[in-house]
């Protein structure tokens, strides 16, 4: 079975304060996602990547970044964080064959709360 | 981009059907997922289709017509751990945006007794 985990399930943090959020899957799978969930805006995609070093925004970027320096890993930085950026975190990952194996695996969610 | 659209809530009784619509508007098209998600929990894959027409997998099948920019996901005996929310996604075309999937908002599906 695919595993993928994050270093936190919870986590709390204060306004201005460097956060990082790291997954890690152990699937070699080639793509990997970061997505913020929030109530009645569903799953919005942060950034993805779909290779070591290599990276794309995906549809809300501002205030976030990301690096993937190994492929089993993949980590969100918000380089200050700040109150709006209380949400879900759900990482994901998934292969890159462009086949129907190609569904996206993800992690339990770190919900963070920004005081 | 894409637009996704599903309803926000549904409520269906133990033991009846319940289809859950959605419709998409996309600027390229690679395949529809569906994922269940319970509350607190991560969304789990539920079903794909990339070509017309049904898929069948025990209670849970889905439907596609890309003519129509339409999919279905259809629950049938319904059980009570079948509340939960119900994401459909679609995924794009392109090299890089191979793995990239466009997420509805969801469904909240309840089930009474």
Redesign the interface.
Known sequence: DVKVTQSSRYLVKRTGEKVFLECVQDMDHENMFWYRQDPGLGLRLIYFSYDVKMKEKGDIPEGYSVSREKKERFSLILESASTNQTSMYLCASSLRSGLALDTQYFGPGTRLTVL | GQNIDQPTEMTATEGAIVQINCTYQTSGF??L?WYQQHAG?????LS?N?LDGLEEKGRFSSFLSRSKGYSYLLLKELQMKDSASY?C?V?DHGN???????????TTLTVKP
């Open positions: 690679n395949g997922f929990e991560a969304p789990t894959f794909y990339v994401l996604a995924r890089t945006n191979a793995g990239k999937s466009t997420f509805g908002d969801g």
